[in-house]
């Protein structure tokens, strides 16, 4: 039987980075917030101490960090006409779970998406032409320049480490000058880079390019964010990405914002709770609370005033069509919202193998690289390129952990004698030129529940229907080449380039950007959410996350994420809280 | 799974657990409420590293996983391979512990083929797909070589594993190229992983590929300019040094 809980103001399912965003603006504008997360409670001292956090093993191979796939995980397919199946372990990303969610366990790459990121409908058709039919590519609903002083205050809670490149409109030497102005500088300055970024940049420059530092949770010196907590300097140690930083070097949750709110009254975290349901009320336009259950098999019902989905994007879908919260999208006739534009990343890299310098790539850390964005975007002119988007081009050394990272150069065999002797020869001499490249939304690419797999609790995995579109294969190919010849710029022995070609392949790790499914935009016809990212279908219910994404830019996310949780955020404590309704109407 | 299954596997697992005290990730608890940052002393999870006590592999299977390793990595005269670094001894750990049983991964059938795409699929966890895959490797060596694996010469041992490899020899029940597939990655794994897992003795393959180990602090040697950095490697246990008479 559930049992039926006191009420709260909010409740928050699932607490990672904008969990912790949303929990301390509500707490400081005095809501009692109650916040829900499936996994465990996950702090410095006790879940990835220096003493411990160095454990590769552990951490990636064994999936220490991540969603527990017994639990609950996705089926795949590459297009409507295969059957899905889940995906028994992870591979091709992994979800986080616990307290801090994939915040704990990120490189921290922070970036801004570019103005025209946000209007990539109306901006790449006035600028090209009409789009290919069947390419379901959206505006957001909200430009840069709305989003610019989140972006600032969520690189300031980071104390990200970075150059600026366009300070008010005015271009910076030595930073990006493809960036939105920014209305300030970064906090820190940029980490010190290393061997391989200095070959990187001279090359890069030497083809006319722009480098400039990859803006870095990881930090050059210590700092101390606006909410009082002190962060660390990198040590550089080279186990960043898939573990917790053990040093209070990486902004996360657990250093930025969580030790604070756990000193508020008004807020509580309940762990190792799952919501199962988020309930409506009888006539579907309002949510009332969430049922949830606990490690004991106890269901409960928590009711609440407001819902906001903080989990991650893939979870945050199912949990709307689990509850019958928005129409579920429907590839055949285009309709419906929630589990549309389901978008990834497309990566591809050429991997540089010196003779005599030595890369020592295990002095790395997750953001530390220099980075070229003249490819990304419309940055440069697509006329008769028959794709829009690009990504960004980068040399970063983020480790040498040896189970994950010994490449070996083109034509050694993957076992036995050769291969072990071409593992010591290159493992401390080389680097690698990454493509970050961006993933256009497609009529066919999309989320819904699966017809015949289940979790734990009984309920409908998430059935992802994916495969890299013909914008993306024509992206792929004319950005990897321009990295091909960086690397080969670069003064090494030979280079060995890592395309991305076939089918997307749920198997070899590529990268934890999964977006869209829940998306923002103008039109409650076409997205899941309004501008203020808050439900067309129950105005008390908000979304968080890269599922607002309408598309994939070629960044990383979590830069966004972070300035449209602060913006939403904004509109609720300055507009909804003093008039409860649709903030957008239709 | 059903939650009463679900409960009973809770339950399983803490008594299962050789820890003394209930490792804090596996009940729900509530925190805040102007409590501040929860910190008790050893609290924390400690990772499943086995012991000596831990073992899957009947004596038969150790010494054909272990012959199977050290063609996949050997040794030879550039350096060390799987059999200085004892990686019959983690897989013994890690298929004797929550990998080997597939705890964490998702086993519900139906259990389908599939594309390349979509990855593992077999309905055995790794254990069970080692322990059926061996006895089919056992089987087919014996018909057409008239030994079993042990007792072949290395180049035939090569050639038989290539053939799993490049799917021209096929098992009867099981995958013989998804077996091919997990042992060769958790061979790399023992070979790499740290030296708690039982794998790595004395941290042989970080020094033989220059790898420093669980350092901490590179700051002094970031601005290398590709000259080469030597350090000794540290294991999460310390050095050789420091914990052995």
Known sequence: ???????????????????????????????????????????????????????????????????????????????????????????????????????????????????????????????????????????????????????????????????????????VDGGNPYEGPRSDDYPN???????????????ARELGLNPFPVPSANMSRAYVNPLGLQLAPCTYCGFCEKHGCGNYSKSSPQTTIIPVLMQRPNFSLLTNSEVLRIEKSADGSRTTGVTYVDTSGDTYFQPAEMVVLCAYPLENTRLLLLSQIGEPYDPRTGEGVVGKNYCYQVMSSATVFFEEEFTNGFIGAGALGMVADDYNGDNFDHSGLGFIGGGYIACHTTNARPIESHPVPDGVPRWGSKWKRAVRENFLKTTSVGVHGASMAHRSNYLDLDPTYTDAHGRPLLRMTYDFTLNDRRLTQHLTPVAEQIARGMGGREVKVNDRRGSYDSVPYQTTHNTGGTIMGADPATSVVNRYCQSWDCPNLFVA???????????????????????????IINQYLRQTGPLVQT | ??????????????????????????????????????????????????????????????????????????????????????????????????????????????????????????????????????????????????????????????????????????????????????????????????????????????????????????????????????????????RPGWNRS
């Open chain 1, 189 to 203: 300055p940029p980490m010190q880079m290393t061997f391989s970024q200095d070959r990187f940049a001279a090359s």
């Open chain 1, 1 to 171: 039987m559930t049992k039926q809980l006191r009420s709260v103001d909010v409740v928050l399912v699932g607490f990672g980075w904008t969990g912790a965003i949303y929990a301390e603006k509500l707490t400081a504008a005095g809501l009692e917030v109650r916040a829900f997360e499936r996994g465990p409670w996950r702090d410095t001292p006790g879940d990835f101490a220096t003493t411990f956090a160095q454990d590769e093993l552990r951490y990636y191979w064994r999936h220490g960090m991540f969603q527990e796939a017994s639990q609950a995980t996705l089926t795949f397919r590459n297009n409507g006409a295969q059957t899905a199946l889940p995906m028994r372990h992870w591979g091709s990303f992994l979800p986080g779970n616990g307290v801090g969610g994939a915040g704990v366990h990120w490189n921290g790459q922070t970036y801004r998406f570019l103005p025209s990121d946000f209007e990539a409908r109306s901006h790449n058709e006035d600028r090209y032409g009409p789009l290919p039919e069947h390419m379901t590519v959206q505006d957001y609903g909200v430009t840069y320049e709305e989003l610019e002083p989140h972006f600032d205050y969520f690189e300031k809670i980071c104390g990200i480490c970075g150059q600026a490149g366009n300070l008010n409109g005015r271009t």
């Open chain 2, 1 to 238: 799974m059903s939650l009463q299954t679900r409960r009973r596997v809770l339950q399983f697992m803490l008594l299962g657990s050789t820890a003394f005290a209930a490792p804090r990730g596996l009940f729900a608890a509530e925190y805040g409420r102007g409590k501040g940052m929860p910190w008790s002393p050893l609290k924390g999870e400690t990772p499943y590293y086995g012991t000596n006590d831990d073992r899957f592999f009947s004596p038969a299977e150790r010494e054909t996983v272990a012959a199977i390793c050290a063609r996949l990595i050997p040794s030879d005269s550039d350096g060390p391979g799987a059999s200085e670094a004892d990686v019959v001894t983690f897989l013994d750990r890690q298929m004797a512990g929550f990998y080997g049983r597939g705890q964490h991964w998702y086993m519900q059938g139906p259990f389908g083929e599939g594309t390349a795409t979509q990855g593992y699929q077999s309905e055995h966890p790794p254990a069970m797909l080692y322990r059926l895959a061996l006895a089919e490797l056992d089987s087919y060596c014996r018909t057409e070589n008239g030994y079993p694996f042990v007792d072949l010469p290395a180049e035939t041992q090569d050639e038989i594993l290539t053939g799993l490899d490049e799917e021209t020899i096929e098992f009867k029940g099981v995958s013989a190229k998804a077996f091919f597939d997990l042992i060769l990655k958790n061979a790399v794994e023992g070979f790499f992983a740290d030296p708690i897992y039982g794998g790595n003795r004395d941290m042989i393959a970080w020094r033989y590929i220059g790898f420093p180990g669980t350092r901490y602090d590179y700051r002094d040697f970031v601005g290398h300019g590709g000259a080469a950095v030597r350090l000794e490697p540290v294991s999460l246990m310390g």
């Open chain 1, 545 to 571: 996350g890269a599922g607002l994404f309408p598309q994939n830019a070629g960044y990383n996310p979590t830069g966004t994420v972070g300035a449209l949780a602060y913006w939403s955020v904004d509109a």
